[in-house]
């Protein structure tokens, strides 16, 4: 099981870059794929970005690829996402989510979430 903690939220002008980061707990965080899921008020939880274990796999929403950037340090135990060009759109609460994978790709499910971090766009 692992336990994962996000930091990084906040507020940010339209246009502006925020980097958010995820800490995972064990020892075993290599072997997780690691997610960014995102809920806007009054809507459902939407995929952002995903990595695989390695890092050499990643997949992201059409509506933030060319702007998003996820990356892992299995050194820390951390994934991040680097997220530019901010727009409004882009407010919601940002939760990391982690997959136990035996294989090297990106999921579509995740078992393993964490509480959440505010991202607040104001145009």
């Known amino acids: 099981q692992v336990q994962l903690v996000e930091s990084g939220g906040g507020l940010v002008q339209a246009g502006g870059s925020l980097k958010l980061s995820c800490v995972g707990s064990?020892?075993?965080?290599?072997?997780?794929?690691m997610g960014w899921f995102r809920q806007a008020p009054g809507k459902e939880r939407e995929f952002v970005a995903g990595i695989s274990r390695s890092g050499g796999s990643t997949k992201y929403a059409v509506s933030v690829n060319g702007r998003f950037t996820i990356s892992r340090d299995t050194t820390k135990n951390t994934v991040y996402l680097q997220m530019n060009s901010l727009k409004a759109s882009d407010t919601a609460v940002y939760y990391c989510a982690a997959d136990w994978r035996l294989s090297d790709n990106v999921p579509v499910e995740y078992d393993y979430w964490g509480r959440g971090t505010q991202v607040t766009v104001s145009s």
């Open positions: 064990g020892r075993t965080f290599e072997r997780y794929a």
